[in-house]
C-alpha cells in the first residue's frame, strides 16, 4: 500500500468512447504527476501539478484533459483515443519541498483502445 | 535538458550470485539520482536516491548503487541475488535546481534464476 490509489485498475473502451482515470493521494503531498508507460519505452510523464496548478504539459495531445481539484485528487479525462494510446497510465505523488524526486506510485490503470 | 541511459534491456544473474543493473546520466547541474523497481502488475517502488555526500549509496532490500562522476554512472548492485529479485528496475534523474521532473530510462528486466 503506497498511499496512491488509482481507479479503474482496466479499462477497455473504444475510440469514441469518453472516460476518466482517477488518482487519489492519502499522503499529504504537494505535486501529483501522470506517467505513461508503453512497453520498451520510457516512462513519458504526461502532466504534473504542483499545489493544484499544472506545472508541466510535456506536449500531450489534447484527447487526454487533466483534472486536479485539490492537492489530495488527480483525474485524467479521455476522449476520442486512438489504439496507440493502449498503456499503463500511473499516477504518482511527491512531497517535493522535503523530498525532492522521490515519487509514490498508484498501481496504475492498464488502457485497452479498440 | 536531462536523460538516462540504460543500456541492457535484460539481465540474467544466478540466485546467490552478485548483479549490476547499468545507468548513466545526463544533467546540466548538479545530478540528483534515482533507482526505482517495478514488480508484475504493480506500480513503480522507490529503493534508493543520490543527492550528495558519499559515492555509494544504499537502499531497500539490500540494494545499493555507486555515484561516479567522472563516468556519469549510477549502478545498482547487490552482492547476492534472490530469486524475488526479478523485476523490471529503471534509473532516473533530475537537475537539482528547483522543482524539476524526474526523467527515466526506459528500464532494464532483471531475471533470476534459481
Known amino acids: 500500500e503506497t498511499g496512491v490509489t488509482q481507479t479503474p485498475r482496466h479499462l477497455v473502451m473504444g475510440m469514441t468512447n469518453k472516460k476518466s482515470l482517477k488518482c487519489e493521494q492519502h499522503l499529504g503531498h504537494n505535486a501529483m504527476y501522470w506517467y505513461k508507460q508503453s512497453a520498451k519505452k520510457p516512462l513519458e510523464l504526461m502532466f504534473v501539478?504542483?499545489?493544484?496548478?499544472?506545472?508541466e504539459n510535456n506536449s500531450v495531445p489534447s484527447r487526454f484533459s487533466p483534472e486536479c481539484p485539490n492537492s489530495s485528487h488527480l483525474f485524467l479525462h479521455l476522449h476520442t483515443l486512438q489504439p496507440e494510446d493502449s498503456a499503463l497510465y500511473l499516477c504518482?505523488?511527491?512531497?517535493?519541498?522535503?523530498?525532492?524526486?522521490?515519487?509514490?506510485f498508484g498501481e496504475g490503470s492498464r488502457l485497452t483502445v479498440l | 535538458a536531462q536523460s538516462v541511459a540504460q543500456p541492457e534491456d535484460q539481465v540474467n544473474v544466478a540466485e546467490g550470485n552478485p548483479l549490476t543493473v547499468k545507468c548513466t546520466y545526463s544533467v546540466s547541474g548538479n545530478p540528483y539520482l534515482f533507482w526505482y523497481v517495478q514488480y508484475p502488475n504493480r506500480g513503480l517502488q522507490f529503493l534508493l536516491k543520490?543527492?550528495?555526500?558519499?559515492?555509494l549509496v544504499k537502499g531497500s532490500y539490500g540494494f545499493e548503487a555507486e555515484f561516479n562522476k567522472s563516468q556519469t554512472s549510477f549502478h545498482l548492485k547487490k552482492p547476492s541475488a534472490l530469486v524475488s529479485d526479478s523485476a523490471l528496475y529503471f534509473c532516473?534523474?533530475?537537475?537539482?535546481?528547483?522543482?524539476?521532473?524526474?526523467?527515466f530510462g526506459t528500464g532494464t528486466r532483471l531475471l533470476v534464476s534459481p
Open positions: 504518482a505523488s511527491s512531497q517535493d519541498r522535503t523530498d525532492p524526486g522521490r515519487l509514490f
Open positions: 501539478y504542483n499545489f493544484k496548478e499544472q506545472t
Open positions: 543520490y543527492i550528495t555526500g558519499d559515492n
Open positions: 532516473a534523474v533530475r537537475d537539482g535546481v528547483g522543482f524539476q521532473k524526474l526523467v
